[in-house]
Nanobody, 114 residues
Framework: QVQPVESGGGWVQPGGSLRLSCAAN????????MGWFRQAPGKQRELVAR???????TYADSVKGRFTISRDNGKKTMYLQMSSLKPEDTAVYSC????????WGQGTQVTVSS
């Protein structure tokens, strides 16, 4: 098992879009459930979106309809497409592969402000 590596965070104005990537060069990537979490200052970490080995997806109510989680097993990469971003989406986003394991990405900052 290896640590995932994230990329794609940054600053965006409200209403904008960003795409996060999470690469995990692990042998069993294609069968893992995996997910994206976020943690804002002073708040608990929350599960934003999850995707199963057969690509079934689940979203937190706060992001439903705006965020899309996906995976490319050939590239061993998971994605989080974020659209219609709001200031309250500002947080450090981390991927967890496999889901609820000890293997986390380093975290990437997403800041939504004007």
């Amino acid at each position: 098992q290896v640590q995932p590596v994230e990329s794609g965070g940054g600053w965006v104005q409200p209403g904008g879009s960003l795409r996060l990537s999470c690469a995990a060069n692990t042998r069993f990537f294609s069968i893992y459930n995996m997910g994206w979490f976020r943690q804002a200052p002073g708040k608990q970490r929350e599960l934003v979106a999850r995707i199963s080995g057969d690509s079934a997806t689940t979203y937190a109510d706060s992001v439903k309809g705006r965020f899309t989680i996906s995976r490319d097993n050939g590239k061993k990469t998971m994605y989080l497409q974020m659209s219609s971003l709001k200031p309250e989406d500002t947080a450090v986003y981390s991927c967890n592969v496999p889901l609820f394991s000890q293997y986390w990405g380093q975290g990437t900052q997403v800041t939504v402000s004007s």
